[in-house]
């Protein structure tokens, strides 16, 4: 007899992978041109992980997430990171409500999706506090323990890293986001479709011009995280994407290769790729179609390498070449 997590029909990954399809298209309509972005963010969601999206200004990263928030009906916060930002202004503080008595006033970590807009920007305390609420999905304050929303998800934002005032997210940080989504500019004639649609009266700053659709009801993530986990994968899967990571470690490009939180990353990102694709298992092609994704921030390409224009994404693809995958 199959428990929660028994392998879920062919027609129920069907009709999940129906419904993240079509929320794939719903958010294609509203953040253009940026297709790969909105999958491998959803995906993310999908498969419970946080997301760091990074571009310059003006690519739609807040516009995806406060979409996706609305097309799957959820909560969204957003908190602009600053240099002055502390720990007690994301996660809440104690106020005395009487004489020996307080009362908790949460902070605006405790959304659905909390967009944390211009990560790098913020100093390492409070950081660090938005670190243990993604790795441990509560909040303490004053010793007690606040468990944040089952949906709970950081959206965290970054301008790259060579633009004056931001500064590099160290490692143990990095590691912690499931993905890492890179936005960059639009096509030419996305960019002119972009012109229309703000002539037509969108305004990124007012939702009802979007033209989304009616929110999905809020058991909607979790049945698309539940069909996502009954996604079957293979023994020899399991060796592809264990020999993909490892071989970042080993790799003459890089100096930093990626931890084992790596691995279960893309494994999960794989599941929920399958599922978008209406498969009830796993291929190869979608370990390697999210391994940049996942391992880009994950691994550092060796100094010298980097001055002459090698970058982890073509590190990565180097990889994906020499490791064989299986048939």
Do not use: C, W
């Amino acid at each position: 007899m199959g428990g929660p997590e028994a392998l879920a029909p062919a027609d129920e990954i069907g009709r999940q992978s129906a419904v993240a399809n079509g929320l794939v298209q719903a958010l294609g309509g509203v953040v253009l041109g940026q297709e790969p972005a909105v999958r491998e963010a959803l995906a993310a969601l999908i498969a419970r992980g946080h997301v760091l999206l990074e571009g310059v200004p003006g690519t739609a990263k807040t516009l995806l997430v406060r979409s996706l928030s609305l097309a799957l009906g959820l909560e969204f916060r957003r908190i602009q990171f600053t240099p002055d930002l502390m720990p007690s202004d994301i996660t809440g503080i104690s106020l005395l409500a009487g004489p020996g008595t307080f009362t908790f006033r949460p902070g605006p970590i405790f959304g659905d999706l909390v967009l944390a807009d211009e990560i790098n920007r913020a100093p390492a305390k409070t950081q660090a506090a938005l670190l243990e609420a993604m790795q441990e999905r509560s909040v303490t304050v004053d010793g007690t323990s606040h468990p944040l929303s089952g949906a709970f998800t950081v959206f965290a934002t970054q301008n790259p890293v060579e633009f004056e005032g931001t500064y590099p997210l160290p490692e143990a940080e990095l590691d912690r986001f499931l993905v890492k989504v890179v936005l960059g500019y639009p096509a030419a004639d996305t960019e002119q479709a972009i012109l229309h649609r703000v002539l037509g009266g969108f305004e990124a700053d007012d939702p009802a011009s979007y033209g989304l659709g009616p929110p999905m009801s809020g058991a909607t993530l979790e049945a698309l995280r539940r069909a996502a986990r009954q996604v079957r994968v293979e023994p020899a899967i399991v060796t592809y994407v264990t020999s993909v990571v490892r071989a970042t470690r080993t790799s003459p490009s890089l100096t930093l290769g990626a931890s084992p939180r790596g691995s279960v990353a893309l494994l999960k990102l794989a599941q929920a790729i399958a599922l978008l694709e209406g498969r009830e298992y796993v291929v190869p092609d979608d370990v390697k179609s999210m391994a940049a994704a996942v391992l880009r921030h994950r691994v550092s390409v060796a100094p010298e390498l980097e001055l002459e224009g090698v970058t982890a994404d073509a590190a990565i693809a180097a990889i994906l070449e020499q490791v064989d995958a299986p048939t």
